[in-house]
């Protein structure tokens, strides 16, 4: 079983992560942000991974830090569940729409940290979740998990839809990259030798 159990403690926030890359999908969250769970709960149902986040912030000032340090956490735990990365397939990718709405994500686990991130939401925010967030999130996720990632919206307006979309493919690409491919079981996927 590829887990991990982090917990990431600063001035502004207390968080702790546990993952499951090899779940069922289940998750579980406190962290005082709703629509963020409800967003990474996508991640969990259709990258098949088992989430469970605990995280207490300075919600008083805003949901900055909190999303922000929820995404190095994760990015943290991914890290050490995937391991060295033998017999992984690496790349992974997903289209996923939603009514009108359409993202498609890209990424690698190259062990180099990039982001490209092209949403234009359509509103600033989805309830009281400020979208400038999501950004957050990711860049916090990809500087710790070391992932290329390549985010892009290709429609969409509704901004729920807009972000479901993402999050959606974000969990699908996830679960393949992370898939197990039975030909190359000991296999490092780089002619480098190490991701």
Not at 153 to 165: I, K, M, P, S, V
């Amino acid at each position: 079983m590829r887990t991990a159990q982090v917990t990431r403690n600063t001035l502004e926030t207390r968080i702790s992560v546990q993952l499951n890359l090899d779940g069922t999908g289940v998750s579980r969250f406190n962290t005082g942000v709703p629509f963020l769970e409800h967003m990474i709960d996508q991640i969990a149902r259709h990258g098949v991974m088992d989430i469970e986040i605990e995280a207490s912030g300075d919600l008083h000032i805003d949901a900055h830090h909190t999303v922000e340090d929820i995404g190095i956490t994760l990015g943290q735990a991914f890290a050490q569940a995937i391991g060295d990365k033998k017999g992984v397939r690496r790349y992974g990718h997903a289209y996923v729409p939603l009514d009108e709405a359409l993202s498609r994500v890209v990424l690698d686990l190259s062990g180099r940290p990039g982001l490209e991130y092209h949403v234009d939401f359509t509103r600033a925010a989805i309830g009281q979740f400020d979208v400038d967030l999501f950004h957050e999130f990711f860049q916090g996720f990809i500087n710790h998990a070391g992932v290329t990632l390549h985010i892009d919206n290709l429609r969409g307006d509704n901004a729920h839809h807009q972000a479901e979309t993402v999050f959606k493919a974000f969990g699908r690409a996830l679960r393949m990259a992370v898939e197990l491919d039975p030909r190359m079981t000991d296999t490092m996927p780089s002619t480098k030798g190490c991701l």
